[in-house]
């Protein structure tokens, strides 16, 4: 099982860097695909407020890929990754409160709450999460990940999210009850997170203290000193 999903991940990978390489060659520009996602997230709520159902589950798909593909293309010309990473929240944001905003108009008093409920329990999931990344990185902080972790990480991440909002916009009486159990699963990871890196941040911040405590004698001095000497 774990062969076939190691050779699935790498023809996507194969897919992705040609599809890159192909937009590289109608110069497609990174902030230009990171445009059209966002306008696509953005779409989704006006068609959700028609009734069209299809094509607002169709526009979560095209920004999935679009966002997909602006990464790609900003590695594949060589730019450093830091406005793609300034920009990834942003247009996360933008999805969740697109369809979540759609979705309540599209059933007000039943897929409010739900959506509500959505929207509040991913902002905060994000923020801590990409909280923890900026600390880990400005302490150098060296995390290993296992297969339980990843598992979780996809779950509750982009592919998670995908799945759910594409159902969510297709179907979305099933969002009463897939949009508070998905925020539920989301709540319960943040409170391990919560939990395990706060530990974590511990243990490297005692590690520190215990390493900056230690004087270092200058060369030719003594690190013993004698009071009757």
Known sequence: MSHLINHLRRSCHSIEAWTAYQLLTLRMSPAGLALAAIISAAATL??????????????????????IFSGRVSKAMGHVDVRQRYLRPLMEIILILSVSGGLSLYQPERLFLPSLALVIVTLVFDFERRLMALLQEFQEVLVRTGRVERLVGMAT?????????????????????????????????????LISNYRQLGMHS?????????????PGTSSVTNPQG
């Open 206 to 218: 005692g590690d520190s203290r215990s390493v900056v405590g230690v004087e270092t004698p200058e």
């Open 46 to 67: 006006p068609l959700l407020y028609a009734h069209q159902t299809l094509l607002a589950a169709f526009f979560v798909m095209l920004y999935r890929l679009l966002s």
């Open 157 to 193: 991440g982009s592919v998670g999210r995908t799945i759910l909002l594409i159902a969510a916009c297709y179907q979305p009486a099933w969002f009463f009850w897939s949009g508070p159990g998905f925020a539920a699963v989301c709540l319960i990871v943040l409170i391990w997170h």
